[in-house]
């Protein structure tokens, strides 16, 4: 069996790879941002690219959110695990 490092290294471990939940929660907020779009595109029909440069700056803004939040977590992991570690040595 590959140790961790070496599946990370070659790239066997992805976790921004893995689908999204399919929780109950996620389905119906997915299910309410679809109607609400619709509705928006119903009311104001010659804004669809505004609506659409808006969603996408949004999905970036979301996307950027998560890589940091994986960032922060990685290293909260990774201090947790050195001072369990300098525990261990005393």
């Given at each position: 069996?590959?140790?961790?490092?070496?599946?990370?290294?070659y790239?066997?471990?992805?976790p921004c790879?893995?689908?999204?939940?399919?929780?109950?929660?996620?389905?119906?907020?997915?299910?309410?941002?679809?109607?609400?779009?619709?509705q928006?595109?119903?009311?104001?029909?010659?804004?669809?690219?505004?609506?659409?440069?808006?969603?996408?700056?949004?999905?970036?803004?979301?996307?950027?959110?998560?890589?940091?939040?994986?960032?922060r977590?990685?290293?909260?992991?990774?201090?947790?695990?050195?001072?369990?570690?300098?525990?261990?040595?005393?």
């Open positions: 069996m590959k140790s961790i490092i070496e599946q990370l290294y790239g066997e471990i992805c790879e893995k689908p999204a939940p399919q929780t109950e929660r996620c389905i119906e907020n997915r299910k309410t941002i679809c109607d609400t779009e619709e928006l595109l119903k009311q104001f029909p010659t804004c669809k690219e505004l609506l659409d440069t808006y969603t996408d700056a949004l999905h970036i803004e979301t996307q950027l959110e998560c890589e940091a939040d994986f960032e977590g990685f290293r909260l992991g990774a201090t947790l695990i050195l001072d369990i570690f300098d525990i261990q040595r005393e």
